[in-house]
Structure formats: structure tokens, C-alpha cells
């Protein structure tokens, strides 16, 4: 581990992603600093989560990349085994948008949970059990004690992907790759989910890799975005500049369609202005739309 | 739904409990679209309404009340009523990647619905006519028809799959989340495309959408649909401007929006 404090945490530099045959992903450039809030934007097959899975030295075989990607110090496309593992645990660690797909279907959330916490804290027993249930707390699950003895088909998607953000916190990583962790949830669930997103990282100054095909999800929670095409980068910039002056006309499109889309719905009502972004203060708290 | 203005298909006090289900998944529904006009059915993930889509495609029978069309309730058994109205209410699913048989040519599936349901194009040469101009309407070329699925985008396949319900000249279309497994600028080339052609063939639209804008874009009557129930219903504009639910308010909040 390389907590050196002027390094970045992320450094992707040329990165290039093959199969067999093509490029899927090639030019994509990087930096996420301590704190950062990063968002990548893109279609389907913009390469947006194989950049993901490059930092998190997860690509699936045969893929492979070349290029610089670094985290925490270490050359994550050279890390084998171990030395990756170290890095994905106390560096980076990501959900997904499917939690089913990274939960275990056999093992309560509590022991799921469990585990991450006695590795990162050190903790056993009646100490480790109350750490469990702090930590379903902070995700703002009701009923941490039910949640904990249930199997994860006991409970519902936004409640899943709650307990999949209390994992990835457990290991108190610094940097959080989140790949379209609201896509398959409902909106007024996505909305819960933002939220505690932005105020997990804000509280433990956590910096913040938000994937999304959607602007306004990004825009909500992240101050930089990255805008990914065919497996390059289209542009990168601060996220009002991006949507106010797009310098890519393919940003532009992207931008236009969102908002041809809004447009058909109601102005944002006064009281509601603390929801923008930028104005980070307002917590609403978990939305009622989570029962199982 | 107002009781003056006239109804081509309607769902009235209509609840649906699935087979060994404890409870209902729809408990008295009442929603009904005009001729030309369109509905919105609109809520989250299990508030039924892709049920109630299922219920007004006559796929199944409601538990209780009754689906009505042009003022007649839909009668099983009665094969030439049936195919009168599968002619005329047609359907649009969300994933243009399972809803067209990869192993037929884009041509035969358009037609397919004109040889199944019996319509007035008897021979191959007037199918293929047929076909070339619903290609058109849906803004893909007329040698699409000889080629397969696999060939096309998701948002090309999806313009197959409308002029596929198209063809056997439908009075109803009802779409279930038709552009919700589409890239964001292709969603709105498909909104508009909807829009265009219920206009221009005077088609009723009933669209099953969890996206409020895109039901904002395409619907002008919208019922809000929650735990089986209908909360809120009207138009569109008014229920969004002036949600009279506390749900339809939760859900308007919700959305997350551009700065």
C-alpha cells in the first residue's frame, strides 16, 4: 500500500483494452485525486465499464490492458493474485448495478458483512457483531437486526444495493467504483441510493468513480465527468461546463437528448432546490419506496 | 376518464390475482383510452402496471370486473372476435432483443402478423408491398426486409418490432417500457417516432413507462399506478404540474434532473 499523500489514487494513462481480435477500449486518460468525485458517461459499448474493471484489475479473460493504470501505487495490470487483492480491498471497491450478481445467495448479510469488517478492523466476537449492525445503520437500513439473519432473496433491490455499499464501505476503501449502481432500481429507490452514496463519501472524504448512462444521475452526484464513445474518450470535464458548453458534438447530442426529455416534465418546484447539485447539505434520508 | 368522451378500450373495476397468489396484484382498476388518444401507466416495479398492459392485450382474463373494447367485453372462445381484436391491439415489448425470432428474416417477421391474424394481404407479392411500406413508416429502408435481426441496433430492432405490430393496421397500440432498454438518444428517435405514427395513423397509444418524461412526451392522459391501485389519473399535464397524491408527488420528486 502506497499512502503517499501527493499521489493521485487512480492513474490511468493510454489505457487500451483488447479481446483476441480489436481494441475495445484505447486513449483513455484518468486522475482521480483523494476526494475526487469522478462520473464516466457513455452508451452501451462506450467501454465505460471495462475502464472499471481495468482499475480493478478484474478484466474478464481474454481480455487485457495495456497502458498505465495505477492505483494506490500499484500497477494493476501486472498485479497478480494477492498483490491485486490488496489493492481492491483496502484501495478500491466497487458495486455493481446487479447486487444479486456479487452477493451470496447462501450466507446471511450478516456474515457476508462480517467478513470485510474482522479483516479491516481486526474485530471478533460481541464487538464485531455490534460493528455489523452499526455499519447496516450508517447505510440506513431499517431494522439492521432483521436485515442481518436475512438471506439476500429476503430483501428488496434497493436494500440489496444498500447492503452492497455497507460491504464496499467496510473495507473503508478510499477511492469507491460504483458502475451503474442505480440503473436496474426504482426511481424513488435511486434517489435513497444517491444520497447515501454522496454521504458515504462525503463523510469519510472518499473519493467517488460514478459510472452511468445517465446525465442527470452523474451530474447529481459527481463534479467531473468523463464522456466515453466506442471505447474512447470523448471529453473530460467539469460536469456544468459539460452540459452547459459541450466541446465534443457528440457530448452535445447526448446533452440534447436528456434534455428533450426533461423538457417534457414540470419545472423543478421551488422548495425542491435543495436537491441540485452542488448543494450537498440536504440528507432526506432513506425514501420509504424499500420494502422487501 | 371523463364519461362523455368516447372509448375504444377500457378496464373497468378490473383486479388480477396471479394463481396461488395471496393477494392482487391489480384490485379495481378503471382506466380507458379513446380513439386516437393516449395513456400512460405509469409507477414502480410491481405496482402492476405491466399486468394491467397484459389484462388490456386480452392475454389473460381479470379475476374480476372486465375489460372492455369498442363497448363489448372480450369473449374467450369466440375465435373470429378474437382475431378481430388481436388485429386491432397490437403490442410493443421492451426488449427488441428477445421480441424478434433471430433465426427469420426481418420481411417474415413483419409479415408474420398478416398471415396469423388473417389480414386482406393474401399473396406473397401484396405482403411484401405491405412490408416494404411499414419498413418506410418506421424509417428503415426497404431492403431491411431480407435481412436478420442480428444485423440491426437495438434501436433499429426496436422500428422492426413497431412496424411488426403495425401491420395488421392496429387501432390500439400498447407498448410495455419500449425505450427503457434503449442508449438515451436513441430513446427520444423512438419517442418521436411513436409520436409521429399515432398521429399520422390516428393509432390510440397505451404505454407502460417507470419513465415519467417519456410518458410526459408521448401520453396526453396518464394514470400513476401503485400497489395495484390506481392513485391518481387525468391529464397528463395536470397530474405532473398539480400531483393531487402524495405517491405521484414522491414519484415526480424522484426523478433526477439536469442542473
Redesign the interface.
Known sequence: MNRNAGAPLIEVAGLRVRDDVRDLVSAVDLRVEPGDRVGIIG??GSGKSLTALSILGLLPHPLRASGTVVVGGTDMITARGRAGDRVRGSTVTAIFQEPLTSLDPLMTVGRQLAWPIARHQGLRGRELRAAVLESLRDVRLPDPERVARAHIHEIS?GQRQRVAIAIALACRPRVLIADEPTTAL??????GI?DLLDTAVRERGMALVLIS?????V??VTDRVLVMRDGREVEEGA??RI?TAPADPYTA???A??????A???R?REG?AA????DRTADRGP???ERA | MTGTAPVLLAAQGVSYRYRGAERDVLSNVDVAVGPGASLGLVG??GAGKSTLAQLLLGLHAPTAGRILFRGAPLRKGDRAAQLAFRRSVQTVFQDPYSSLDPRMTVGRSIAEPLVSLGAPERSAAARRTRVASLLESVGLPADAASRYPSAFS?GQRQRIAIARALAPDPAVLIADEPVSAL???V??QI?DLLRELAAARGLSLVLVS?????V??LCENIAVLHDGRVVEQGGTEQV??APADEYTR??????????
Open positions: 452508451e452501451s433491490g426504482d426511481v424513488t429507490v435511486q434517489a444517491l448512462h445517465d446525465l442527470a444521475v451530474s447529481r460536469v456544468r452540459l447530442q447526448l446533452v437528448a436528456a434534455r428533450a426529455l426533461e417534457h416534465l414540470p423543478v425542491d436537491r441540485s447539485p452542488g425514501t420509504g419506496g | 414502480e416495479s437495438g442508449d438515451m438518444s430513446r427520444i419517442v417507470h419513465d415519467l418524461s417519456v410526459a412526451a405532473l404540474q414522491r414519484l415526480i420528486d424522484a426523478i433526477p434532473r439536469l442542473p
